[in-house]
């Protein structure tokens, strides 16, 4: 039972990337997913947030107009478009799932219930 984050990756300043977050062991459709970031000396963040279904999605301020969130229950992968990166936006990113998507929305990774490993997102000029 596990997340696998992937895609990370150095990217230029205004380029942009594409996460992946691949469940294995569960159903990944019964749960909504966050991507959470964490930078050198920073608390861990949240970034965006999907429900379980997909018709509802949350993004922080800092990255609204720039991420956008969706995912193919299908194939049990959430996806994190990253457009226009900008340098703070370098950081470790995860994947999380919980039954609740209050619980993603609420931003407290501890209220997360499954959690991938991280992949490093680095953007530089």
């Known amino acids: 039972v596990q997340l696998q984050a992937s895609g990370g990756g150095l990217a230029q300043i205004g380029g942009s990337l594409r996460l992946a977050c691949a469940a294995s062991?569960?159903?990944?459709?019964?749960?909504?997913v966050g991507w959470f970031r964490q930078a050198p000396g920073k608390e861990r963040e949240v970034v965006s947030c999907?429900?379980?279904?997909?018709?509802?999605?949350y993004d922080a301020e800092s990255v609204q107009g720039r991420f956008i969130m969706s995912r193919d229950n299908a194939k049990g992968t959430a996806f994190l478009q990253m457009n226009s990166l900008k340098g703070e936006d370098t950081a470790v990113y995860f994947c999380?799932?919980?039954?609740?998507?209050?619980?993603?929305?609420?931003?407290?990774?501890?209220?997360?219930?499954?959690w991938g490993r991280g992949t490093l997102v680095t953007v530089s000029s």
């Open positions: 999380a799932a919980d039954p609740g998507f209050t619980m993603c929305l609420n931003g407290r990774p501890s209220t997360m219930t499954r």
């Open positions: 062991g569960f159903a990944l459709d019964e749960y909504a």
């Open positions: 999907i429900s379980g279904a997909g018709t509802d999605t």
